[in-house]
């Protein structure tokens, strides 16, 4: 059965550094899956962070990240990562990693992944 996990979330300052990590198991690699972050911040609807194709080097990002966020993969280990540098306050939210066979044009527009993680809580702060 497929599963993911995040981990890596905390509290940083203002101007700080995480990595996120997503543990995949139960996953078929010899198909292309998206594998993408998703954000939820109290009150407001989930959003999407960034999307990469599991196969292909294909990478989108949400303009209020580009620039600050990187996505990276590694397939041997089926994990994905979120690096995020000069973190705001505005970042704070609930991170959550997802998959699915998806189109990669509409990685950043749809919530329709098949699979979903529980999330973990990042907190940016001084």
């Known amino acids: 059965q497929e599963q993911l996990v995040e981990s890596g979330g905390g509290l940083v300052q203002p101007g700080g550094t995480l990595r996120l990590s997503c543990a995949a198991s139960?996953?078929?690699?010899?198909?292309?899956?998206?594998i993408a972050w998703f954000r939820q911040a109290p009150g407001k609807e989930r959003e999407a962070v960034s999307c990469?194709?599991?196969?292909?080097?294909?990478?989108l990002y949400a303009g209020s990240v580009e620039g600050r966020f990187t996505i990276s993969r590694d397939n041997t280990k089926n994990t994905w990562y979120l690096q995020m540098t000069n973190l705001k306050p505005e970042d704070t939210a609930v991170y959550y990693c997802?998959?699915?066979?998806?189109?990669?044009?509409?990685?950043?527009?749809?919530?329709?992944?098949?699979?979903w993680g529980p999330g973990t809580q990042v907190t940016v702060s001084s």
């Open positions: 997802a998959a699915g066979q998806i189109l990669v044009r509409r990685c950043l527009s749809t919530l329709e992944y098949d699979y």
């Open positions: 139960g996953f078929e690699w010899d198909v292309d899956h998206i």
């Open positions: 990469v194709s599991s196969r292909y080097n294909t990478t």
